[in-house]
């Protein structure tokens, strides 16, 4: 027992550096990109942290950024345990957030203990069944799940345009094509008095139990020996098939959730431009976690506050917000260069 509990804290001691070390990059990295533009860095991040931990509003408005990176991290990160490369967080975000709707435009009649709870699984169920797909190529050995899962983000969204374009079109919105608003059963309510709204306590159960499943249970256990040897894991019996199309499911269901939050908390009906990209910052944020789900917490938070920083940015110092995702595709190069999320499923 107690050999177990100093292993885990040596395990939480390299993450916290690991983590920490990356924080250090990535402000350094920041910081120059900000010198060769010819601004101050020091005055963004003083400008930053009196925006982001100087008031309520910027705070809540941070855990608001904050929610749909945990959803899509833990949809990247679940498969990663059993080496299975999901990219496809945007896509299963986007179909959440479609057929909640449809779900919303079917059942704006009822009350909230009929339409949120409906939402829910309908969001789940969309992201899962998005996700579902190239697990079923993948299980069949046609198609790598990275490719087909990253060729899916680009679907997704044109199916939304095409609905918002077409059937589900509001006839309010005549300039900018989106769906009716949702009923006030359909959305979530805010905590605090503010943007922050349940999805955040749905992203922090969905963390929870990714944590209790992969520590706790036989599940997880299974889930490890596959993404640990996969031909092994066949020979012990381990159905590697099914976890491949069970685990692709529940990821691109927890994605489909940070969807149907956007559309039920956030936007209020289903838009075109539903995510600036949550699908992959959320990737991203797994891979730097290395998957841990106290790592998925840490960076979640750190990614919110450097998407605060590009609000910020283009307020005080008149950059735009690319220069963001400039410095998260500079930390990915970073991490993949370091080490690989696991080995592939055969």
Not at 71 to 77: D, I, M
Not at 247 to 267: D, K, T
Not at 310 to 322: H, K, R
Request: charged share 10%; proline share 4%; hydrophobic share 55%.
């Amino acid at each position: 027992m107690q050999r177990d509990g100093a292993a885990f804290w040596r395990l939480l001691s390299a993450q916290a550096i690991g983590i920490a070390v990356v924080a250090l990059i990535a402000l350094g990295a920041f910081a120059a990109l900000l010198l060769a533009a010819g601004k101050n860095p020091l005055q963004a991040y003083v400008d930053t942290v009196v925006y982001v931990f100087g008031n309520a509003t910027g705070f809540a408005e941070l855990l608001v950024r904050m929610t749909p990176l945990v959803f899509t991290a833990v949809a990247a990160a679940l498969p990663a345990r059993i080496g299975l490369i999901n990219v496809g967080g945007e896509g299963q975000l986007y179909m959440g957030a479609w057929l909640a709707t449809a779900g919303e435009l079917a059942l704006q009649n009822h009350s909230a203990f009929v339409l949120l709870p409906a939402l829910t699984v309908l969001g789940f169920v969309g992201g899962g069944l998005w996700a579902l797909l190239p697990a079923i190529l993948r299980a069949l050995r046609l198609v790598n799940e990275t490719i087909s899962t990253l060729l899916l983000n680009y679907l997704a969204p044109l199916i939304v345009s095409y609905f918002i374009f077409g059937p589900w079109r509001s006839p309010e919105s005549s300039s900018y094509p989106e769906s009716p608003a949702f009923v006030d059963a359909a959305r979530l309510p805010t905590l605090f008095h503010s943007r922050v709204h349940a999805g955040l306590i749905y992203a922090l159960v969905c963390l929870g139990l990714y944590w209790l499943a992969l520590g706790r249970t036989r599940f997880g256990l299974q889930m490890r020996a596959i993404g640990g040897n996969v031909e092994a894991a066949r020979r012990l019996g381990i159905p590697v098939m099914s976890y491949t199309l069970v685990v692709m499911f529940i990821a691109g269901g927890v994605a489909g959730l940070a969807g149907m939050a956007e559309v039920s908390a956030i936007q209020g009906r289903l838009v075109a431009e539903l995510s600036p990209g949550y699908g992959y910052a959320g990737f991203l944020v797994a891979w730097l976690a290395g998957t841990g789900a106290g790592g998925i917490l840490v960076m979640s938070f750190l990614f919110a506050v450097l998407g605060s920083v590009g609000d910020m940015l283009q307020i005080t110092q008149n950059l735009p917000y690319a220069v963001i995702n400039i410095l998260m595709a500079g930390i990915l190069f970073i991490v993949l260069a370091r080490r690989p999320i696991g080995r592939a499923v055969s």
